[in-house]
């Protein structure tokens, strides 16, 4: 098994879930040979997941180390901002960003979102909704991960960044 009880892991969209079990579920009138991860989520302790132990789809992996998370940061001004070249697949690509459950995928979004936001308002133009509901959710992803590796809020993440990119 690739993940043991009481692990942290990183789900997409999900985020941040603790590995409480690994069992075989009981399910009314279904036979269940085979395993599966309980999750827990950190952010709803009364959610509970079901992941196949053997099913590679669901993309998991494991929560970032304090040193990953530190290299992450480093690397920030470094990461690409997302290329969206086609207006109609902006909310797919998106979409596919945040499924990839990668923290340099999350900032390059952020980044891409944060410009086209400081560039409406510079306009005159409201914030689209659009990008308003992802950029909440890759910085909820992204800080909750960051938090947990470093042993902070994730509300005080942001901050953070700003405060070793200042002083570098």
């Known amino acids: ?9 990183s789900k997409p969209v999900t985020g941040v879930c603790k590995v409480e079990d690994i069992l075989h579920p009981k399910m009314d009138g279904v036979k269940n040979d085979a395993l599966y991860y309980l999750l827990i989520p950190i952010e709803n302790s009364r959610e509970k997941i ?7 789809k669901y993309n998991l992996r494991p929560c970032l180390t304090a040193e990953e998370a530190w290299d992450l940061i480093k690397k920030v001004p470094a990461i690409q901002e997302l290329q969206v070249d086609n207006e109609k697949q902006r909310e797919q690509i998106y979409k596919n960003e945040i499924r990839s459950n990668d923290p340099e995928a999350l900032i390059s979004l952020i980044k ?16 689209i909704s659009l990008d308003e509901k992802y ?34």
């Open 112 to 127: 891409v979102i944060y410009h086209r936001k400081m560039d409406r308002l510079s306009h005159g133009k409201k914030i």
């Open 50 to 56: 079901y992941i196949p132990v053997t099913s590679s």
């Open 135 to 168: 950029f909440e959710l890759a910085e909820n992803l992204l800080y909750m991960e960051l938090g947990m590796a470093l042993g902070k809020p994730k509300q005080d993440i942001c901050q953070t960044i700003i405060d070793y990119h200042d002083q570098s």
């Open 1 to 9: 098994m690739k993940y043991k009880i009481g692990e942290f892991i």
